[in-house]
């Protein structure tokens, strides 16, 4: 089946910092979306990208589905921003989204 | 802004009961979907359920485990007899009935924790 890797998996940065988060798949797919897993267990769907660039305040996401990547980017990070993000992705003639095992990040005051 | 909302938030069973538990998709998506995630690990796929019949379904989901549409609204996941490797947060996702590719973006609720003694 498809493998879908993030990187880092751990990720500590303080308040204010920017960072990357990336997203690698193995194969072709439909779609990918980016989901933001808070404290409290919840997933925040953050965007639906399954090409191109998307922005969201200081968020946005780029996804070059020829190359079989996406970035998702933070920037002037804040401590509720912590949590695991993890990126999913839809393969051709399936149903289920496959998730990536995530990057979990923790901002600092 | 319109939600999946899940109950209960917590349950809490003993190894070889029976649990149910529920979820109310957004009220015009029409597919339904549920997933869990072990503690610490990557979220799951478990089924998928559209036009009142499952439509992909993992390994995962055995003879176990079983999902209905009992109403217009409710949506539930049945776990016959339960394991203790059972024991996960179990989420539930509904879409929009799609029309165009911007509207399989997945939406998911705050999900049940299930804990098997």
């Known amino acids: ?109 | 802004e319109p939600e999946v909302t899940q109950t209960p938030s917590h349950q809490v069973t003993q190894m070889g009961q029976e649990v149910i538990l529920r979820c109310v998709p957004i009220s015009n998506h029409l597919y339904f979907y549920w997933y869990r995630q072990i503690l610490g690990q990557k979220v799951e796929f478990l089924v998928s359920f559209y036009n009142n019949e499952i439509s992909e379904k993992s390994e995962i989901f055995d003879d176990q485990f079983s999902v209905e549409r009992p109403d217009g609204s409710n949506f539930t996941l049945k776990i016959r007899s339960t394991k203790l490797e059972d024991s996960a947060m179990y989420f539930c996702a509904s879409r929009d009935p799609g029309g165009d590719a911007t509207n399989e973006k997945l939406f998911f609720g705050s999900g049940t924790q299930l804990s098997v003694l």
């Open chain 1, 1 to 109: 089946g498809i493998q879908v890797e993030q990187s880092p998996p751990d990720l500590i940065l303080q308040e204010g910092a920017n960072s990357t988060l990336r997203c690698n798949f193995s194969d072709s797919v439909n779609n990918l979306q980016w989901f933001h897993q808070n404290p409290w267990g919840q997933l925040i769907n953050l965007f639906y990208i399954p090409s191109g660039t998307k922005q969201n305040g200081r968020l946005s996401a780029t996804t070059v589905a020829t190359e079989r990547y996406s970035l998702l980017y933070i920037s002037s990070s804040q401590t509720t921003d912590s949590g695991v993000y993890f990126c999913a992705v839809h393969i051709p003639g399936r149903r289920a989204l496959t998730f990536g095992s995530g990057t979990r990040l923790q901002v600092q005051p």
